[in-house]
C-alpha cells in the first residue's frame, strides 16, 4: 500500500509541477502581450499628440499670418487716407480757386 500511496503522491507533484510550470508560462505570456499592448498605446499616443502639435503649429501661423496680412492692411489703409486728406485739401484749394476766379 505505501507503494501505491508513494505513486499517487508522485502523480500530485507531478501533476503540480505541471500546474506550476503552465501558469510561469501564461505569466510570462501575459507579461510578453501586456508589454506590446503598452509599446503600441505609447505610439499610439505619440502619433495623436504629434498630429495635435502640427495642428497647433498650424493654427498659430494661420494666426500670425492673418495678422501680418491685418497689419499690411491697417497700414495701406492709413497711406490712402493720408493721400486722400491730401487731395481733398487741393480739390478744395482748386475749387475755391475756381470760384474766386483765381487760374
Known sequence: MNKQRIQQVLEIEKQAQAIHDAAVHDAAQLQKQAEQEAQALIEKTKVKTQKEAQSLVDDVQVENECERIMSQSEDKSHQMEALAVEHFDR?????LDQLVGRE
Not at 91 to 95: F, G, K, L, S, T
Open 91 to 95: 480739390a478744395v484749394d482748386y475749387v
